[in-house]
Nanobody
Framework: QVQLVESGGGSVQAGGSLRLSCVAS????????MAWFRQVSGKEREAVAW??????????AYADSVKDRFAISQDKASNSLYLQMNSLTPEDTAMYYC???????????????????WGQGTQVTVSS
């Protein structure tokens, strides 16, 4: 089992930036894919960025709504996953979750039902 703890959320004005962090602990060796999801109350949880881990070349993918604004990265030494969010808009306001699974991700948008491990979430609020 993998435990995930997110941090870094907060309130910013439109155009601002935030960097989310996710630290993994427990059985971290089997992770093949990690992702950032977000959810607005009353709406489905959606993937915004995901990263394939353990392959010779790390590959990343993004939802169209955040492409060129968000960047996902990892630090293997500290078992950390990051999400750099730039040029934030009010539409980015949501609870952001870190997720992990032991199956590789494809470039296609992953579904939250395929991720067994989740953090508690960190709130991001962007004001206009």
């Amino acid at each position: 089992q993998v435990q995930l703890v997110e941090s870094g959320g907060g309130s910013v004005q439109a155009g601002g930036s935030l960097r989310l962090s996710c630290v993994a602990s427990g059985n971290t060796e089997g992770r093949k894919c990690m992702a950032w999801f977000r959810q607005v109350s009353g709406k489905e949880r959606e993937a915004v960025a995901w990263i394939v881990m353990g392959s010779p070349s790390i590959s990343t993918a993004y939802a169209d709504s955040v492409k060129d604004r968000f960047a996902i990265s990892q630090d293997k030494a500290s078992n950390s996953l990051y999400l750099q969010m730039n040029s934030l808009t009010p539409e980015d306001t949501a609870m952001y979750y870190c997720a992990a699974r032991v199956v590789y991700c494809s470039p296609s948008t992953p579904s939250p039902v395929n991720f067994p491990n989740w953090g508690q979430g960190t709130q991001v609020t962007v004001s206009s």
